[in-house]
């Protein structure tokens, strides 16, 4: 039977017996560089706070504008993945996501924050098209009841990129200004040399041989069968499921950029040694992602997302309760929390829309700007109360993705409610 994941698109029953290994080996790749170079800027905003003078809610502007970016391209990426397929979109974002790694250089010279925000915001149109491509054609590479074990799988190889990235963010750009005073010019090789390998990989990408899509106004899934739907925006667990999947971006991220600050205030250590200790939050929801890909071919997905929430919650209840190495051990294992939600809510969402997936891939996407809005909000806490106080935005978020886990995902069109 074909599988109908996509709006729009269907897989005939031929390409069921086709060897997708080479196109998930390249999508852990895609993975690796997004988790990457994301994670990277939860070095800059410590970087950019102490070589500018700048506030957190001044420093988080280096989220805002890089997350801002989904909710702004989000679904004009869409409208281009659908012109240009998802092989081509997926090389036309790592060479966007390139160009704006090489405006680092003149950015670095003329030593201006603005100019820096400015090629971030580039770098992440990439990202967004690489998003909007890869999700959607991960579910399509094989059956529609393991898509969530085969997107956490995905995520769980290219988490390694978010493990390494603030190791090498803490060497190459937080050690040196820690230690010369290099200013701006601390980022400017590391993001060179990565523009360059992006390059790399859209050349790579661009002469493998992936297997294609096809697609078909004739079939239709579940939703259509019920009756002819006047909009996308009709489905409880999508408009449900975009909300979770701002407030999880958001309270992801935002732990994730402020853990650099809030481990050296705790332990009294440099900004540097403790962006060491971001490796193990990210490196966590590696590992929580390598335990979901089997556990989710067991475990109910909803019911693994209300149980991550609920530990979530308690974790920075502890954290913020308490002090040294049990606050600091305490909100890195959030992370591990994080590692599947993404892909659960992600796949709840998108449960039975059938032809209207596409579009509703676009609006996920464009529900990662929470990573903008949250980080901010986090930041503007940070400055005028505490780190308390702070925290509770993502324990907020939490809370809304632990309703989504138990009650919010259900849906008369979801083959998963």
Same mark, same amino acid.
């Given at each position: 039977?074909?599988? +109908?994941?996509?709006?729009?698109?269907?897989?005939?029953?031929?390409?069921?017996?086709?060897?997708?290994?080479?196109? %998930?080996?390249?999508?852990?790749?895609?993975?690796?560089?997004?988790?990457?170079?994301?994670?990277?800027?939860?070095?800059?905003?410590?970087?950019?706070?102490?070589?500018?003078?700048?506030?957190?809610? =001044?420093?988080?502007?280096?989220?805002?504008?890089?997350?801002?970016?989904?909710?702004?391209?989000? $679904?004009?990426?869409?409208?281009?993945? #659908?012109?240009?397929?998802?092989?081509?979109?997926?090389? %036309?974002?790592?060479?966007?996501?390139?160009?704006?790694?090489? @405006? /680092?250089?003149?950015?670095?010279? %003329?030593?201006?924050?603005? @100019?820096?925000? &400015?090629?971030?915001?580039?770098?992440? $149109?990439?990202?967004?098209?690489?998003?909007?491509?890869?999700?959607?054609?991960?579910?399509?590479?094989?059956?529609?009841?393991?898509?969530?074990?085969?997107?956490?799988?995905?995520?769980?190889?290219?988490?390694?990129?978010?493990?390494?990235?603030?190791?090498?963010?803490?060497?190459?750009?937080?050690?040196?200004?820690?230690?010369?005073?290099?200013?701006?010019?601390?980022?400017?090789?590391?993001?060179?040399?990565?523009?360059?390998?992006?390059?790399? $990989?859209?050349?790579?990408?661009?002469?493998?041989?992936?297997?294609?899509?096809?697609?078909?106004?004739?079939?239709? =899934?579940?939703?259509?069968?019920?009756?002819?739907?006047?909009?996308?925006?009709?489905?409880?667990?999508?408009?449900?499921?975009?909300?979770?999947?701002?407030?999880?971006?958001?309270?992801?991220?935002?732990?994730?950029?402020?853990?650099?600050?809030? +481990?050296?205030?705790?332990?009294?250590?440099? #900004?540097? #040694?403790?962006? &060491?200790?971001?490796?193990?939050?990210?490196?966590?929801?590696?590992?929580?992602? !390598?335990?979901?890909?089997?556990?989710?071919?067991?475990?109910?997905?909803?019911?693994? @997302?209300?149980?991550?929430?609920?530990?979530?919650?308690?974790? $920075?209840?502890?954290?913020?309760?308490?002090?040294?190495?049990? &606050?600091?051990?305490?909100?890195?294992?959030?992370?591990?929390?994080?590692?599947?939600?993404?892909?659960?809510?992600?796949?709840?969402?998108?449960?039975?829309?059938?032809?209207?997936?596409?579009?509703?891939?676009?609006?996920?996407?464009?529900?990662?700007?929470?990573?903008? +809005?949250?980080?901010?909000?986090?930041?503007?806490?940070?400055?005028?109360?505490?780190?308390?106080?702070?925290? !509770?935005?993502?324990?907020?978020?939490?809370?809304? +993705?632990? /309703?989504?886990?138990?009650?919010?995902?259900?849906?008369?069109?979801?083959?998963?409610?």
């Amino acid at each position: 039977m074909a599988n +109908i994941v996509s709006p729009d698109v269907v897989v005939s029953d031929a390409s069921d017996q086709q060897n997708y290994t080479p196109a %998930l080996v390249s999508l852990a790749i895609l993975y690796f560089m997004m988790g990457f170079i994301t994670c990277l800027n939860d070095t800059l905003v410590p970087f950019f706070k102490e070589g500018f003078t700048l506030t957190y809610t =001044e420093s988080s502007l280096v989220q805002f504008y890089f997350f801002l970016t989904y909710g702004v391209m989000s $679904i004009p990426a869409g409208k281009i993945v #659908e012109r240009v397929g998802y092989k081509y979109g997926m090389v %036309l974002g790592f060479a966007v996501a390139a160009l704006g790694a090489f @405006l /680092f250089f003149p950015a670095s010279i %003329l030593h201006q924050y603005y @100019l820096f925000l &400015a090629a971030l915001f580039v770098v992440a $149109i990439g990202i967004v098209l690489l998003q909007v491509a890869a999700n959607p054609y991960i579910t399509v590479l094989g059956p529609a009841k393991t898509a969530s074990s085969r997107l956490t799988l995905i995520q769980g190889v290219g988490s390694l990129g978010t493990t390494v990235a603030p190791l090498f963010g803490a060497y190459f750009i937080l050690a040196p200004l820690q230690n010369t005073n290099a200013g701006s010019e601390a980022v400017r090789y590391p993001y060179i040399g990565i523009g360059l390998v992006l390059l790399l $990989i859209a050349a790579v990408v661009y002469f493998l041989s992936l297997p294609m899509i096809s697609t078909s106004e004739a079939k239709a =899934e579940k939703a259509s069968e019920e009756g002819d739907r006047k909009s996308v925006f009709s489905f409880r667990n999508l408009n449900l499921g975009a909300i979770a999947i701002f407030v999880y971006v958001g309270a992801e991220v935002s732990v994730g950029t402020f853990l650099t600050n809030y +481990i050296a205030d705790l332990l009294l250590i440099s #900004e540097s #040694e403790s962006n &060491a200790y971001v490796a193990l939050y990210w490196g966590s929801m590696m590992v929580g992602r !390598m335990l979901g890909f089997f556990g989710l071919k067991v475990y109910k997905p909803s019911s693994v @997302l209300a149980a991550c929430a609920a530990i979530a919650i308690a974790l $920075i209840c502890i954290s913020v309760n308490s002090e040294g190495y049990l &606050a600091v051990w305490s909100m890195i294992a959030v992370g591990l929390c994080n590692s599947v939600m993404f892909a659960i809510i992600f796949s709840l969402s998108v449960s039975g829309l059938g032809t209207y997936t596409t579009r509703a891939s676009g609006i996920l996407s464009t529900a990662i700007a929470g990573g903008a +809005i949250i980080s901010f909000c986090q930041g503007f806490l940070i400055d005028n109360f505490s780190w308390t106080v702070a925290f !509770m935005v993502p324990l907020v978020c939490y809370v809304y +993705i632990l /309703f989504y886990g138990v009650n919010g995902y259900k849906s008369r069109y979801s083959e998963l409610s």
